[in-house]
């Protein structure tokens, strides 16, 4: 018995590729979900670390902190317009 391959029409898997590039809202999210993401990985690392002595919701807060602190770089980044950036890119400070 042949088996019959299914597959999705020609124009729907075109409509893949033509996606637009993503605006300034998911950008917004993505920082969000990888700060999030950055926050869990360093407190498993310390849990991990001290060979679980300590929870994991004990150390979360502190390791959300961080996160949030050195994703700041990145959100104000986001947030400058072109030209500011430029301007501050070269001033040397």
Do not use: W
């Not at 809202?25 to 950055?38: A, G, M, N, T």
């Not at 150390?59 to 301007?87: G, M, N, V, W």
């Amino acid at each position: 018995m042949k088996s019959e391959r299914r597959s999705f029409p020609r124009s729907a898997q075109s409509g893949v590729a033509r996606k637009q590039p993503p605006n300034a809202h998911d950008v917004e999210k993505l920082l969000h979900f990888s700060r999030q993401l950055y926050a869990h990985a360093l407190t498993l690392q310390e849990v991990i670390r001290n060979d679980g002595e300590v929870a994991y919701e004990d150390l979360k807060p502190r390791y959300d902190r961080q996160a949030a602190q050195q994703f700041e770089i990145f959100y104000h980044t986001f947030k400058l317009p072109s030209r500011a950036r430029r301007r501050g890119a070269g001033s040397g400070e």
